[in-house]
Nanobody, 119 residues
Framework: QVQLVESGGGLVQPGGSLRLSCAAS????????MGWYRQAPGKQRELVAS???????NYADSLKGRFTISRDNAKNTVFLQMNSLKPEDTAVYYC?????????????WGQGTQVTVSS
C-alpha cells in the first residue's frame, strides 16, 4: 500500500504564509503526479495545484501567483508554499498522489491537514 503523510497546516493571520509538505511511502514505484486539493465547509473538494514527475505544474486560476507547488522526487515529497493567505483559503488541504502500477494508475489521498486563516 501507499501512505501519504501531510504536515504544515495550522492557524495563520491574513497575509501570512504556510508551507505544506506531503511525503509518500510504501509501494511507491513510480509517481505520475502529486498535488493538493482543498475542501472548505459546505463546499466541494477542489484542485489547488498539481505537479507531474517531469515538473509540469497546474494551478487553480484563482490561486496563481500566491501558491507555489514543488516536489522532491528523490524523497517522494510534494510541497505547497502558500503566501498572502486570505480567510477564504481556510479549508482542509488534502495531498494526492497518482501512482503507476504497470499500465494502471491509482490515486491515493492523505488524511488532510487543516489550514485556518483568521485574525
Amino acid at each position: 500500500q501507499v501512505q501519504l503523510v501531510e504536515s504544515g497546516g495550522g492557524l495563520v493571520q491574513p497575509g501570512g504564509s504556510l508551507r505544506l509538505s506531503c511525503a509518500a511511502s510504501g509501494r511507491v514505484f513510480s509517481i505520475a503526479a502529486m498535488g493538493w486539493y482543498r475542501q472548505a465547509p459546505g463546499k466541494q473538494r477542489e484542485l489547488v495545484a498539481s505537479i507531474t514527475s517531469g515538473g509540469s505544474t497546474n494551478y487553480a486560476d484563482s490561486l496563481k501567483g500566491r501558491f507555489t507547488i514543488s516536489r522532491d522526487n528523490a524523497k517522494n515529497t510534494v510541497f505547497l508554499q502558500m503566501n498572502s493567505l486570505k480567510p477564504e483559503d481556510t479549508a482542509v488541504y488534502y495531498c494526492n498522489a497518482a501512482i503507476r502500477f504497470g499500465i494502471d494508475v491509482t490515486n491515493y489521498w492523505g488524511q488532510g491537514t487543516q489550514v485556518t486563516v483568521s485574525s
